[in-house]
């Protein structure tokens, strides 16, 4: 089916985005740092290669989808990255999310050799990745965007093509500062709730339906109330997202005070050993400064 791809990165939305794209019936190869995860998929039809720029060198089209700008540039431009296997003609599609001025840069070394690129950050946690209907937001050139389609189209339900290089980042970022600033409204909701002695599902009931309703509150107000820390999104790549934003808010000089303040709630729940947990334990700073707890544990 069409172009070959090569995938990098099979984390817990790497992996689930990977498998949509077999499922899709394209003609895939993977690689992972953790190479348990890439056998996994080439049990199930994917080809394993030994390295990015072996993938690179085997596949039309490359997609990323790892954690941080450092990740990034060490799979595409460090030894052995897909750079050294990477044709003129092809295409990267990185779906991380990265710094933005450090995609603009990756892309323009990228194009001394041929090979565009496309920023293509997606939203919609574990649950997205795994539907295939995650939201994509895709920076780079329009005949790129409509080449690179049938892949995401087989990822991600909401495509959108926001503008040139960077701006797919930036579009995500967007995202991320909506995402954690409903977090908290979410949190502190819910601690007033609590403290309040409201049955938490019945509230929830009662104003989800609402001019307060949001994806936060329907999708993870359940899990707070059961206290289940399941990640759809983990707290240290949330923080990491609140970094990057606070540095692209410092290079364009503008103020973000509630994203300031959420990063350092999340940076003292990592503190507290909690970086692997959820997003939706933010509400765990808001207990530990109200000495309330919220909800219930299954089973209690």
Wanted: charged share 20%.
């Amino acid at each position: 089916m069409g172009e070959k791809v090569g995938f990098i990165g099979l984390g817990i939305m790497g992996a689930a985005m990977a498998r949509n794209l077999l499922k899709a019936g394209f003609e895939l190869g993977v690689w992972n740092r953790t190479a348990a995860k890439a056998e996994a998929l080439g049990q199930e039809g994917a080809t394993v290669a030994e390295s990015p720029a072996a993938l690179a060198a085997a596949s039309d089209v490359v997609v990323i989808c790892v954690s941080d700008t450092p990740d990034v540039e060490e799979v595409l431009l460090g030894a052995g990255g897909a750079a050294e296997g990477l044709r003129p003609g092809s295409l990267v599609v990185d779906c991380s999310t990265i710094s933005p001025s450090q995609t603009r840069a990756f892309a323009v070394r990228l194009a001394e050799q041929g090979v565009s690129m496309l920023d293509a950050p997606v939203s919609g946690g574990s649950e997205g990745a795994a539907r295939g209907t995650l939201s994509i937001m895709v920076g780079g050139e329009a005949d790129q965007v409509e080449r690179a389609m049938p892949i995401l189209e087989a990822m991600g339900k909401s495509i959108i093509h926001v503008g040139p290089s960077g701006a797919g980042q930036m579009v995500k970022l967007v995202n991320q500062i909506l995402v954690v600033n409903s977090m908290m409204a979410v949190g502190e909701a819910f601690l007033f709730a609590q403290a309040g002695g409201l049955d938490l599902e019945k509230t929830l009931q009662a104003v989800e339906g609402g001019a307060a309703g949001s994806w936060t509150l329907t999708n993870r107000g359940p899990q707070i109330i059961h206290r289940d820390w399941r990640p759809g999104f983990m707290i240290d790549l949330q923080e990491k997202d609140l970094r990057l934003i606070l540095q692209a808010a410092d290079e364009m000089g503008i103020p973000l005070p509630a994203s300031a303040l959420i990063f350092q709630l999340y940076r003292s729940l990592q503190t507290l050993g909690y970086g692997r947990e959820g997003n939706h334990a933010l509400i765990k700073a808001l207990e530990h400064l109200s000495g309330v707890e919220t909800g219930h544990a299954d089973g209690e």
